[in-house]
């Protein structure tokens, strides 16, 4: 095989068969999509590519920034293309949680700019948010951006629509698959590959993975998050289903460890969403079935979230004060407060308000007298026990609420006899018109 570039070797991924003696289904052959073999390793290696090889010819001449609002593998895929034709990358984000991917990053030469989104994720409603800001001025025209906008590109579907669809039905001898299962992060791959499918047979069965709400698995989104992205349509989908990022580890191993398929944890979601959803048909089916689901990226980007989450896997103890812990019971005793509520509490009684969002958000725009400890770092101090006294009153205060509920349970179960959190989070403070400083 020989190629005049790399980027010819995007897309052609091969299907691989599962084997059922690793899956347990009796009538449906199930089948991943390795889109890990892209040459840059991820599925998002077809979408960078057809939404700037158009742009490419002269952009150097016209010092064009490649400028794309990713910290994971469009990122990736978009700094490697941008350096082979000479023009700077710029990786615009609110927060980059996988160290593995900001060291590729800075190594394949991009400029990370972390800029504080008060929601942690981008809502382009809203014109206060520096990262909403910067959206709006990397979008206008002869800015000197290039920017690819893959939440809003149809190019970015297209790519799917050309490449990964068609090489699915082509490998399955001309038919389409009984099922499809996908993980949705701008939802780019699942709409395209969908589209193909139908317009191959309308029967087809079409499952949006997203992750469990408040839980966090690299490259997708939860199911409120997918409603901001401008592609997201939830007619594409007969159903749209969460998994925890447990879910998404145990398949990674499967894949890893039986199917000798070096899954990253999207990889994982989808195979154990699959197998889940799959199941439950299984016994009730008369003829076989074929199901396909897709391997978006591979391990090795991942092993400080899977030691982090399984510290057994690398031979560490397990993390008794974990959020990762917290049992029903645990979570039916949080205390939470409104957002008039705190502040009376906060004006009688002093707690001591603890900021849980990202170092950017905090510094844009957070709560008078409040901390700001981020989120990971506070997980971390809580392995060693309480880090505050018993008698301090405490305010646990993030994005939305959900975070800051699960470290108050936490807290709670760990014997701090008065931690709240904030309803609604900075948002609703926000909303209800209560005042936010900036330093
Ligand atoms: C690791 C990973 N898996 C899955 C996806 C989802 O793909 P899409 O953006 O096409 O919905 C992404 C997207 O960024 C990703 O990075």
Same mark, same amino acid.
Do not use: W
């Given at each position: 095989m020989r190629y005049d570039s790399v980027t010819d070797v995007i897309g052609g991924t091969p299907l691989v068969r599962i084997d059922a003696a690793v899956h347990g289904l009796r009538n449906i052959d199930l089948f991943a999509k390795m889109e890990l073999f892209n040459p840059f390793g991820s599925v998002k290696d077809r979408a960078a590519w057809?939404?700037?090889?158009?742009?490419?010819?002269?952009?150097?001449?016209?010092?064009?920034?490649?400028?794309?609002?990713?910290?994971?593998?469009?990122? *990736?895929?978009?700094?490697?293309?941008?350096?082979?034709?000479?023009?700077?990358?710029?990786?615009?984000?609110?927060?980059?949680?996988?160290?593995?991917? *900001?060291?590729?990053?800075?190594?394949?030469?991009?400029?990370?700019?972390?800029?504080?989104?008060?929601?942690?994720?981008?809502?382009?409603?809203?014109?206060?948010?520096?990262?909403t800001?910067?959206?709006?001025?990397?979008?206008?025209?002869g800015g000197g951006y290039l920017?690819?906008?893959?939440y809003f590109n149809d190019l970015n579907v297209e790519a799917h629509v050309r490449g990964t669809g068609p090489e699915i039905i082509a490998d399955l001898d001309g038919r389409a698959p009984d099922y499809f299962i996908a993980c949705v992060g701008t939802a780019g791959s699942s709409t395209g590959v969908a589209r193909v499918l139908r317009e191959h047979d309308p029967e087809v069965t079409v499952v949006g993975l997203v992750a469990e709400k408040a839980d966090f698995i690299p490259g997708i989104r939860d199911i409120d998050e997918v409603h901001e992205v401008g592609l997201f349509d939830p007619d594409v989908y007969d159903t749209i289903e969460a998994v925890s990022s447990d879910e998404a580890i145990d398949g990674l191993l499967t894949l890893v460890r039986r199917c000798g398929t070096l899954a990253g944890p999207t990889g994982g979601g989808a195979y154990q969403g699959a197998v889940r959803y799959l199941r439950r048909l299984d016994a009730g089916l008369t003829g076989r079935r074929t199901a396909v689901f897709i391997v978006c990226d591979r391990v090795e980007s991942y092993m400080s979230y899977l030691r982090e989450r399984r510290p057994a896997l690398f031979q560490q103890p397990d993390r008794t004060h974990s959020v990762r812990t917290l049992t029903a019971e645990d979570l039916a005793a949080t205390r939470t407060i409104g957002v008039s509520d705190a502040q009376e509490w906060i004006a009688k009684e002093n707690p001591l308000v603890v900021d849980l969002r990202s170092p950017f958000a905090?510094?844009?725009?957070?709560?008078?007298?409040?901390?700001?400890?981020?989120?990971?770092?506070?997980?971390?101090?809580?392995?060693?026990?309480?880090?505050?006294?018993?008698?301090?009153?405490?305010?646990?205060?993030?994005?939305?609420?959900?975070?800051?509920?699960?470290?108050?349970?936490?807290?709670?179960?760990m014997g701090h006899p008065d931690v709240r959190s904030l309803a609604g989070g900075v948002i609703a403070w926000r909303d209800a018109g209560a005042e936010l400083v900036r330093d």
């Open positions: 057809n939404m700037v090889r158009h742009r490419l010819a002269g952009a150097a001449e016209r010092a064009e920034t490649v400028v794309e609002l990713s910290s994971g593998n469009t990122a *990736k895929a978009l700094a490697v293309i941008a350096g082979m034709h000479g023009l700077p990358f710029r990786s615009v984000t609110n927060r980059m949680r996988v160290p593995e991917i *900001k060291d590729l990053l800075l190594l394949l030469g991009a400029q990370i700019d972390e800029l504080p989104g008060q929601s942690e994720c981008l809502d382009p409603t809203d014109t206060d948010d520096p990262l800001r910067m959206y709006h001025t990397v979008s206008a025209a920017h690819t906008d893959q905090y510094r844009a725009l957070h709560i008078d007298r409040s901390i700001n400890i981020v989120d990971d770092l506070f997980a971390e101090m809580l392995h060693g026990g309480l880090p505050f006294g018993r008698r301090q009153p405490v305010l646990l205060v993030c994005p939305v609420g959900e975070k800051s509920a699960s470290y108050a349970a936490l807290l709670t179960r």
